[in-house]
Antibody
Framework: EVQLVESGGGLVQPGGSLRLSCVAS???????????MTWVRQAPGKGLEWVSS????????YYAGSVKGRFTISRDNSKNTLYLQMNSLRAEDTAVYYC???????????????WGQGTLVTVSS | QSALTQPASVSGSPGQSITISCTGT?????????VSWYQQHPGKAPKLMIS???KRPSGVSNRFSGSKSGNTASLTISGLQADDEADYYC???????????FGGGTKLTVL
């Protein structure tokens, strides 16, 4: 069974930076690198918002307009780890950040069947 | 304001059926069969209930079904159970500029 565990959240001042990590385990006959991975966030008491996705090999990245130019998604397939580097943070970036795995191998169907427990990022002075 | 429009709340009694609508545009729901539905209980991570408009992932009850007509997708839950009480979110692929959009969520209350 695939498990995703996020870390790296915390309190940061406006304009600051933070790097989130998501370690994936439970890949046996299938490989981490065959799946697109994604970050989705949820502000306190609000709905889900897609943030960013990265292809299995890492060559293709996708960003929501609200974070483009400030956030960078990356992955290290040798470590089964997904990252989100967040710069120039704003109060409106305050949210629980979830990493999630695409449902299908090798193709991206923009559906996510495995989610981490989330890590809280709070941007405040 | 969310890109996809869902009713804020729906309710039903145990054993009944309910349908949650998700209205988008010809740029998202109407153009792609890449609509998903998620269930989220308070304090928990979302759970995928329907992918690609009407596909149920392994382990999801067949009481959950999805459909689409034009720019509107729908999630139907039959034989309502107490544990179905949760927030439900739709999302859709929206092309190579916007990529993915979510609905604002619907709170399902089982009376």
């Amino acid at each position: 069974e695939v498990q995703l565990v996020e870390s790296g959240g915390g309190l940061v001042q406006p304009g600051g930076s933070l790097r989130l990590s998501c370690v994936a385990s439970g890949f046996t006959f299938i490989t981490f690198s065959s799946y697109t991975m994604t970050w989705v966030r949820q502000a306190p008491g609000k709905g889900l918002e897609w943030v960013s996705s990265i292809s299995g090999g890492g060559g293709d990245t996708y960003y929501a307009g609200s974070v483009k130019g400030r956030f960078t998604i990356s992955r290290d397939n040798s470590k089964n780890t997904l990252y989100l580097q967040m710069n120039s943070l704003r109060a409106e970036d305050t949210a629980v950040y979830y990493c999630a795995k695409d449902l299908r191998q090798w193709i991206q169907v923009w559906s996510y069947d495995n989610w981490g427990q989330g890590t809280l990022v709070t941007v405040s002075s | 304001q969310s890109a996809l429009t869902q009713p804020a709340s729906v309710s039903g009694s145990p054993g009944q059926s309910i349908t949650i609508s998700c209205t988008g545009t010809s740029s998202d729901v109407g153009s792609y069969n890449l609509v998903s539905w998620y269930q989220q209980h308070p304090g928990k991570a979302p759970k995928l209930m329907i992918s690609e408009v009407n596909k149920r992932p392994s382990g999801v009850s067949n009481r959950f079904s999805g459909s689409k007509s034009g720019n509107t997708a729908s999630l139907t839950i039959s034989g309502l159970q107490a544990d179905d009480e949760a927030d439900y979110y739709c999302c859709s692929y929206a092309g190579s500029s916007t990529f993915l959009v979510f609905g604002g969520g619907t709170k399902l209350t089982v009376l």
